[in-house]
């Protein structure tokens, strides 16, 4: 009976259904990248390599903020999620390649942030920021530049 009662959360927690889910293709892998419900930390967001793999990449990261959105836009192999913290917008980005899987970006917006492209034609991201309850948002955009977003000048 103790075994039982030990396989069944596992059995439970591997047939999850995913908040969001995503197919990536790396320059020649192909990745899952999925949100799923995690008991312990709220979600949980994990990105593997399917096929083709030069690696046995497995990342996994628990996030305790609710998912509204996963997307990738097939450039520098970047991978988008979007997520509510209270009261502020969330935006994550990791970098998914053949060898790493890397967080490149975690940043918060008033408003609901804009995903675009900048002048050069780099991934770009405008959030909207204040310093007080009532001050006016700021938008502040940002665009992947060597390996991270950082503030246009």
């Known amino acids: 009976m103790r075994y039982l009662m030990i396989a069944v959360p596992a059995l439970m927690a591997s047939t999850a259904q995913p908040?969001?889910?995503?197919?990536?293709?790396?320059?020649?892998?192909?990745?899952?990248?999925?949100?799923e419900k995690s008991a312990q930390t709220g979600y949980e967001i994990r990105i593997r390599?399917?096929?083709?793999?030069?690696?046995?990449?497995?990342?996994?990261?628990?996030?305790?903020?609710?998912?509204?959105?996963?997307?990738?836009?097939d450039q520098?192999?970047?991978?988008?999620?979007l997520w509510s913290g209270g009261s502020v917008y969330r935006v994550r980005v990791w970098q998914v390649g053949d060898?790493?899987?890397?967080?490149?970006?975690?940043?918060?917006?008033?408003?609901?942030?804009?995903?675009?492209?900048d002048e050069a034609g780099r991934a770009a991201i405008r959030t909207y920021e204040a310093d007080g309850g009532v001050d006016p948002?700021?938008?502040?955009?940002?665009?992947?530049?060597r390996g991270r977003f950082v503030v246009a000048p």
């Open 76 to 81: 520098d192999e970047l991978v988008f999620s």
């Open 99 to 117: 060898r790493a899987v890397r967080k490149v970006a975690e940043l918060s917006s008033r408003g609901r942030p804009d995903f675009l492209t």
């Open 49 to 73: 390599c399917v096929a083709a793999c030069d690696l046995p990449i497995d990342f996994h990261e628990p996030i305790d903020d609710v998912p509204m959105g996963l997307f990738t836009r």
């Open 19 to 35: 908040m969001a889910s995503l197919r990536v293709e790396g320059e020649r892998s192909t990745f899952s990248v999925v949100v």
């Open 137 to 145: 948002m700021k938008p502040v955009l940002r665009s992947f530049v």
